[in-house]
């Protein structure tokens, strides 16, 4: 079909490797047959033409003719074979670009972005105070003293139970128990050794710091970090 073509050059370069032939190899004579007969069956069918087509087809055919004359200017006709040569080069290559940029398109469909933003946002928060005068730091050391006394230090328990624990979830747990005491240490939330439960419980106390729901303070001379219920 003329529509699976993008131009005459590219019938043209169908046809060439059709004939498994090389480009500087083609005879004149044999392509515009080959051409002609292409165009004539597409004619035969009622499918139109484009005009581009058809012009190829008249330049095929005048150098033809020019072959075939008698005692033809051999270097005319020499100088309009090796231009068309060179068109279809040209156009091999452009084809083989055109194959690359879109593999490269297809590679960029794979690739997701983000608009710039303020790397503010990702400096290390290890000196943020936790609403009180504690920062994260102290916070993270204070748990892995508590593990450490609890031998936590050995692989924790990830046997699969049946119970669930979300941050939402203790996050409620964790306000419940302020509810009623106010100021708890910081290691009495850590009720359950699981290792899911630990973490979980870690989270929620961060979650409950920056929703402003809580402070946490130390007592320097006895080392002991209390969440302090602020709502």
Same mark, same amino acid.
């Given at each position: 079909?003329?529509?699976?073509?993008?131009?005459p050059l590219d019938l043209l370069l169908h046809l060439i490797k059709k004939s498994n032939i090389d480009?500087?190899?083609?005879?004149?004579?044999?392509? #515009?047959?080959? @051409?002609?007969?292409y165009i004539n069956c597409m004619e035969e069918m009622n499918l139109d033409i484009a005009s581009e @087509?058809?012009?190829?087809?008249?330049?095929?055919?005048?150098?033809?003719?020019?072959?075939?004359?008698?005692?033809?200017?051999?270097?005319?006709?020499?100088?309009?074979?090796?231009?068309?040569?060179? $068109?279809?080069?040209?156009?091999?290559?452009?084809?083989?670009?055109?194959?690359?940029?879109?593999?490269?398109?297809?590679? $960029? $469909?794979?690739?997701? #972005? $983000?608009?710039?933003?303020?790397?503010?946002?990702?400096?290390?928060?290890?000196?943020? *105070?936790?609403?009180?005068?504690? #920062?994260?730091?102290?916070?993270?050391?204070?748990?892995?003293?508590?593990?450490?006394?609890?031998?936590?230090?050995?692989?924790?328990? *990830?046997?699969? #139970?049946?119970?669930? @624990?979300?941050?939402?979830?203790?996050?409620?747990?964790?306000?419940s128990v302020l509810s009623k005491k106010k100021k708890v240490c910081f290691t009495d939330l850590f009720?359950?050794?699981?290792?899911?439960?630990?973490?979980?419980?870690?989270?929620?106390?961060?979650?409950?710091?920056?929703?402003?729901?809580?402070?946490?303070?130390?007592?320097?001379?006895?080392?002991?970090?209390?969440?302090?219920?602020?709502?």
């Amino acid at each position: 079909m003329i529509d699976a073509f993008e131009g005459p050059l590219d019938l043209l370069l169908h046809l060439i490797k059709k004939s498994n032939i090389d480009i500087v190899d083609i005879n004149i004579v044999d392509i #515009t047959k080959q @051409y002609l007969d292409y165009i004539n069956c597409m004619e035969e069918m009622n499918l139109d033409i484009a005009s581009e @087509y058809l012009t190829m087809a008249a330049e095929l055919i005048e150098m033809k003719s020019n072959i075939l004359l008698p005692k033809p200017e051999m270097n005319d006709v020499e100088e309009e074979r090796q231009d068309l040569i060179n $068109r279809l080069l040209d156009y091999e290559q452009y084809k083989k670009m055109i194959g690359y940029f879109r593999d490269l398109e297809n590679d $960029r $469909r794979d690739m997701f #972005t $983000r608009v710039p933003e303020d790397l503010k946002n990702y400096d290390c928060v290890s000196n943020v *105070t936790l609403g009180g005068d504690v #920062t994260v730091d102290d916070l993270v050391s204070a748990l892995n003293k508590f593990l450490s006394k609890k031998e936590y230090e050995k692989p924790l328990n *990830t046997k699969v #139970t049946s119970r669930e @624990y979300s941050v939402s979830m203790r996050c409620e747990e964790i306000k419940s128990v302020l509810s009623k005491k106010k100021k708890v240490c910081f290691t009495d939330l850590f009720d359950k050794y699981d290792k899911s439960f630990i973490v979980v419980t870690f989270l929620a106390i961060l979650d409950l710091v920056r929703k402003s729901n809580v402070v946490i303070n130390q007592d320097r001379n006895f080392n002991q970090i209390y969440i302090e219920d602020v709502s």
